[in-house]
């Protein structure tokens, strides 16, 4: 199967922290991967693609890094802020679904002030 | 203002009753696809549409049906709904696959019951 996790444990960090979160996956390695924001009852919304050719990605407050060797992704959110409190999904091109997009389960992250 | 809306935002309805869950994007887009999302499973792809008259199963399809005869438009059709559909639906749409960010409806709430 075309896994690809995320800890489904919340992560509670305290404003201006950095906030680190992991997406792992199993298989075959994809060319990119995309992160996405969901508030509660609202559709995802796109935040970051990274190629697999790019180790590190940077938007404002978010860095993403991807390590085909580790299998992995980290999303970083540096000096958060409780408006930065969302689940966080890493997606991956579906390898036999049109390049689709497969979802993690997201990680809900907590910013207390 | 460039969206994807979805109709409607909320339904609770019977075992067996076919409905129809409108999506409609204003972007041109090509890729067009439909998710549920459920506590515990993350977003799961039912059907998506690479263009008209084009589509395909993702992971979960059974249970419904899919039509892209405009390129607008990419309804959601349950021909005899069951409790186990009973889930929160998302479309979205991308310009051409998973390289490009997905654009998410705000989501529609159906209870089956």
């Known amino acids: 199967s075309q896994k690809i996790e995320q800890n489904s444990e919340a992560l509670n960090i305290q404003e201006g922290k950095t906030a680190t979160l992991t997406c792992n996956y199993t298989n075959y390695s994809p060319a990119y991967l995309q992160w996405y924001r969901q508030d509660p009852g609202r559709g995802p919304v796109f935040l970051l693609l990274?190629?697999?050719?790019?180790k590190e990605k940077r938007k404002e407050r978010l860095k993403v890094t991807f390590d085909t060797t580790l299998k992995q992704s980290l999303f970083h959110i540096t000096a958060s802020q409780p408006a930065d409190s969302a689940t966080y999904l890493c997606?991956?091109?579906?390898?036999?679904?049109?390049?689709?997009?497969?979802f993690g389960g997201g990680t809900r992250l907590m910013v207390k002030p | 203002e460039a969206q994807v809306t979805q109709n409607p935002r909320y339904l609770i309805t019977v075992t067996g009753k076919k409905l129809t869950v409108t999506c409609s994007q204003n972007m041109n887009h090509e890729y067009m696809s439909w998710y549920r999302q459920d506590p515990g499973l993350g977003l799961r792809q039912i059907y998506y549409?690479?263009?008209?008259?084009?589509?395909d199963k993702g992971d979960v399809p059974e249970g419904y049906k899919v039509s892209r005869k405009e390129k607008r438009n990419f309804p959601l059709i349950l021909e005899s709904p069951s409790p186990n559909q009973t889930s929160l639906y998302f479309c979205?749409?991308?310009?051409?696959?998973?390289?490009?960010?997905?654009?998410f409806g705000p989501g529609t709430r159906l209870t089956v019951t």
């Open positions: 997606a991956r091109p579906s390898r036999n679904a049109g390049n689709m997009l497969t």
């Open positions: 990274i190629r697999e050719n790019e």
């Open positions: 549409s690479m263009n008209v008259e084009v589509t």
């Open positions: 979205a749409s991308s310009l051409q696959g998973g390289l490009y960010e997905q654009y």
